[in-house]
Every structure is written in structure tokens, then in C-alpha cells.
């Protein structure tokens, strides 16, 4: 309230300041007012404080000194130069009125905040001020509400810098979407997945529309179908969702949940997508790797059985002969039989280690290659001196030759003809007892081998595979093996800067070739 006498009631300079509180009128109007009143006599400093002024900080009208001093000792420090500032620029006529907020102290010594208002309502002739009065309201609730207002503000702008931070940073998809799973916001990991080209999409081009319209039917649908979903049930869901990409389709693991109100009621949803695709790529690789290991522990005993079952049927023959005392079991030609078969099975199991151990040699960096100088055809006719026997008994005919040219090189020569045994049983157990070809031949400085046989031969997709380790086109009980053979020497083949591979027509035959440099 600010109250002007100037006017109503009559002020002169050397007037009473007591004179006008004694108007009936006046003393209504100050004891009614919930505000202060104050009336300063200027040049005696002078002051007159209205109960309501006092009373409003906790004082009785008697203990405060009617003085301008009084005032000043109970404004807060701080406040005390910008009310000052705002006095002297009114009282040098510059204003036409004074108005601050400032703190004042009580007398329980805490803060009131108090709307001051004021105006000089008398002047001597060279416009010195000589009465002032005005009004002291107090707006410590308004303050109070101000200040919660401004913590408020204050907390929220803060909580929304954090979430914008959040949003910014995050290589995780993160969206806010409507009941219909319309876009509301989305981050810029979002942006750039649904753009193109490799050029984030816009903000403007997203907001309003759902995954349908920019992933598609299909997954779109699914995905949506998945937000209706917690939207329903108002519950957080953790799922596995698919989208695709121009590098195919990317697997996101997403957690999605209800935004709902302070009234209860629904606005929407909030999710935060994370692209699992690499993880998940590897997750499968390691289940097939356990597979294929699991598998491999199945054959390998089924494998090293095989022989140690046929060695021990045997040594149980002689011994039971023996013992039933029939020497006519002893007879060379039975004994050469017996020798023949012992040795055919020790060197299956001596393959098969080999083969373990190589496999692991290769898995960890240590398959050395020790290059010596040789005629090429010395490991061929090697391999098939110690082959010959059972090349013979499958075939009914030695190894046919159809090129075989001298061919001198640099190479591991125990490495190289554990290939040539391996491509050659091969072209025996897979080669239907047809007989088998060799070639040797030099193309573009190179040195190439073959070994062709008329066999069950190989489908197209089965080509590269059959080179992996522990992979193999037929099934463990139509022919013994480990699928380790091929992978073995494809890795000395490739150790010695060549390369390993087959054509072939499935129920016709096939032919593996292999290319070493000749330095
Ligand atoms: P294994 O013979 O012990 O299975 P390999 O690594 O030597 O292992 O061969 C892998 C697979 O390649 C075989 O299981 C077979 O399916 C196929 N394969 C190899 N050689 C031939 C061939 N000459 N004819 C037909 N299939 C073959």
C-alpha cells in the first residue's frame, strides 16, 4: 500500500508529524492496514514507525528509537547498498517514487523480507527533501514461494541438462514415444541409425511418426506390437528386438517403460535400445565352436577306438588259440596276416595323434616349415611306396600318372607328403574303388599336383567348407574321419605361400589341386 498524504491531508514543513495521525480517518487506515508505515521528518532524521511497522518485526512500538538510524541498523548488509542507491536517486528527484525489496531483521534475529515503498512528500525551495513517507509490506511468503519456484526451476533446467547430456552421449538408441508409439524425442545415436547414406536423419523428419514408417512393415510391426504391450500392462519389458540395416539386419537388446503421470495417467513410453548384433554374432560362433568341439570329442574316441578295438580282438584270438594249444594258428602266412593287420591299425592311431597334434601346433603359431631342396616326384613316389599295398587292394591298379614332370623346388618335404598321403587316402576312402590319377606339372612358375579320383565327389556349397577344421560333407558313419585331414594341409599348403583346392562333380568324382611357388 502506498500512501500519499500529499493532497488529502494537509503537510506543511514545519507542520506536527504527530498532527495528521490524530485524523480519526488516518488512524483507521494505519491500524487496519496489514502494512507498515513509516514517516520520515528528513532534516531531524526523525522517524515515525506505525505499530504495524514494528509489530511486523516482532518489536513493541517503545523499543524502537523513532530514528532513521533505527532502520538502517536493521536492514541486512547486504541489501543495504542497492536500497540506498535507489533512496539517493529519489531524493535527488531523479525517480518519483522509492521501491525496493529488501531483507530486515527481526527481533527474533531472522530475515524478514519486506516490500519498501516510499516517496518524499515535501521539499524545501531548492528541492531538498524534508518529509518522506511510505509503506513496508511484508513479502516474506512471497519470497519464500519465489524462491521454492526459482529452486525449482532450477533443479528441473538441471535434471533436463542432465538428460539431455545423457541422450547426447549415449551410443545407445534412446526415444520417448506416445501412447500410439508415436516419436516424441530421440537421441542422436536414434538419428543416425534411421538415416541414410551415411547421414544422420533430421529431428524434424522423426518426431510424429512410428517404427513403421521408418524400418518398415515387418519390424515395425514387431516392434510396436512390443510397446502396446508394456503400455497395457504399464510394467518395464526387456526384450530382443530385430531391425534392418543397410548392412543387414542389426539385433537391439531394448528396455522399455511406461511414462505415467503424477495422476496416474498414461503419456507414454521411454526406451533405450543397445545394438548386441556383434555380441550376439560371437555368442553364436562360440555355441557352434562347442559344437564342433563336442562332436569332435564324439568322433576323435569313436575314432581312436575303432583300431584299439580291432588290436584287442586280435591279441585276444592268438591268446585264446594259444591257449586252447592250436599251433596251426602259428603259420607264416597267418602270422604275415596278423602283422599286417597290427600295423594297419597302430598307424591309423598313429595318424590320428598326429593329426591332434598338429591341430594344435597350428592353433597355437607353432607348425614349423623346415624347407629343403627336392625333386617333387621323391615325395609323391614316397607316399606311394607306402600306399602301394593299399592302393592296390581298393583300386585293383597302382596310382595312374598322367603328367609327371620333374619338378624341383623348395619345400618341408615331411609336410608335403603328409599332404599327398592325405589327398590320396582321401581319393581311397571317398573314391568308390575306382582307380585314381595323379598329375604334376609346372604352370606360371608354379608348381601344381592333383589327384583325381571317381568317387562320391563333392556339392559346390561344400567346396570351402570342407577345408575348416573339424568339418567334413559326409555323415560319421558313412566313412571314418576326423575332418581334420584337409584343414591340415590347407595350413601347410598356405604356410608354404600356396593354396589348396578341389573341382568336383557330386556323384561323379573330384579332383584336388595344389599350387606351391617353386621358390
Ligand atoms: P576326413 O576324411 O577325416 O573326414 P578331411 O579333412 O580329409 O577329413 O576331409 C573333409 C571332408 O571332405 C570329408 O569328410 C569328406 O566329406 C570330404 N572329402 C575329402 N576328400 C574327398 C574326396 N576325395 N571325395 C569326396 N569327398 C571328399
Redesign the pocket.
Known amino acids: 500500500m502506498f500512501i500519499v498524504f500529499k493532497g488529502r491531508i494537509k503537510v506543511s514543513n514545519n507542520q506536527n508529524i504527530e498532527d495528521y495521525r490524530e485524523n480519526p480517518v488516518v488512524r483507521e487506515l494505519l491500524e487496519a492496514s496489514n502494512d507498515g508505515f513509516w514517516d520520515w521528518n528528513v532534516a531531524t532524521g526523525e522517524v515515525y514507525f506505525s505499530i504495524r511497522w514494528v509489530e511486523m518485526l516482532g518489536y513493541k512500538q517503545d523499543e524502537v528509537e523513532p530514528n532513521v538510524s533505527s532502520w538502517e541498523k536493521l536492514v541486512h548488509p547486504d541489501d543495504m547498498p542497492h536500497v540506498m542507491e535507489v533512496l539517493q536517486k529519489h531524493i535527488k528527484g531523479e525517480t518519483d517514487y522509492y521501491e525496493t525489496e529488501h531483507r530486515v531483521k527481526t527481533k527474533q534475529g531472522d530475515w524478514k523480507w519486506i516490500l519498501d515503498r516510499g516517496r518524499v512528500i515535501s521539499r524545501d525551495k531548492n528541492g531538498n527533501p524534508l518529509r518522506a513517507a511510505g509503506s513496508h509490506t511484508d513479502i516474506s511468503e512471497k519470497k519464500k514461494h519465489e524462491e521454492e519456484r526459482e529452486n525449482l526451476l532450477r533443479e528441473l533446467e538441471k535434471s533436463q541438462a542432465i538428460l539431455k547430456s545423457i541422450m547426447t552421449s549415449s551410443s545407445d538408441l534412446i526415444y520417448i514415444k506416445d501412447k500410439e508409439s508415436r516419436i516424441l524425442a530421440v537421441n542422436e545415436a536414434f538419428l543416425k541409425l534411421v538415416g541414410s547414406d551415411g547421414k544422420p536423419a533430421k529431428m524434424e523428419d522423426i518426431i510424429g511418426k512410428n517404427d513403421i514408417e521408418f524400418l518398415g512393415n515387418e519390424a515395425g510391426i514387431s516392434i510396436i506390437e512390443n510397446d502396446q504391450i508394456l503400455l497395457k500392462n504399464r510394467k518395464t519389458i526387456s526384450i530382443e528386438e530385430q531391425t534392418p540395416s543397410s548392412n543387414g539386419n542389426l539385433t537391439f537388446h531394448s528396455i522399455k517403460s511406461p511414462i505415467i503421470d503424477s495422476k496416474n495417467h498414461l503419456i507414454g513410453l521411454i526406451g533405450i535400445s543397445r545394438n548386441i548384433t556383434e555380441r550376439k554374432k560371437m555368442e553364436d560362433k562360440l555355441k557352434e565352436a562347442i559344437t564342433a568341439r563336442d562332436e569332435f570329442l564324439s568322433i576323435a574316441s569313436h575314432e581312436l577306438k575303432t583300431p584299439l578295438t580291432a588290436l584287442l580282438l586280435q591279441s585276444q584270438s592268438i591268446k585264446r588259440n594259444i591257449l586252447q594249444g592250436k599251433p596251426d594258428i602259428f603259420t607264416p602266412e597267418k602270422m604275415t596276416k596278423f602283422s599286417i593287420m597290427i600295423d594297419q591299425q597302430i598307424q591309423r592311431l598313429v595318424r590320428l595323434v598326429d593329426d591332434m597334434l598338429d591341430i594344435s601346433r597350428i592353433q597355437s603359431g607353432k607348425l614349423a616349415i623346415n624347407k629343403e631342396k627336392f625333386d617333387f616326384r621323391e615325395a609323391i613316389d614316397q607316399v606311394n611306396e607306402r600306399l602301394e599295398v593299399q592302393i592296390k587292394s581298393i583300386t585293383g591298379e597302382s596310382l595312374r600318372k598322367e603328367v609327371y614332370e620333374m619338378v624341383a623346388g623348395s619345400w618341408d618335404r615331411q609336410r608335403i607328403e603328409q599332404v599327398i598321403t592325405?589327398l590320396l587316402t582321401?581319393?581311397l576312402?571317398?573314391?568308390h574303388g575306382q582307380p585314381i590319377t595323379i598329375g604334376l606339372l609346372t604352370k606360371n612358375n608354379k608348381l601344381r599336383f592333383y589327384v583325381k579320383?571317381h568317387?562320391?565327389?563333392?556339392k559346390n556349397e561344400n567346396f570351402e567348407r570342407?577345408f575348416q577344421r573339424f568339418?567334413?560333407?559326409?555323415s560319421p558313419n558313412e566313412v571314418s574321419?576326423?575332418?581334420?585331414?584337409?584343414?591340415i594341409a590347407k595350413q601347410i599348403v598356405e604356410s608354404h605361400r600356396g593354396r589348396i583346392w578341389v573341382e568336383s562333380e557330386y556323384a561323379k568324382g573330384?579332383t584336388?589341386w595344389i599350387e606351391l611357388p617353386l621358390n
Open positions: 592325405n582321401n581319393a576312402k571317398y573314391g579320383d568317387g562320391e565327389g563333392i570342407i568339418e567334413r560333407a559326409v574321419g576326423l575332418g581334420l585331414g584337409l584343414y573330384s584336388f
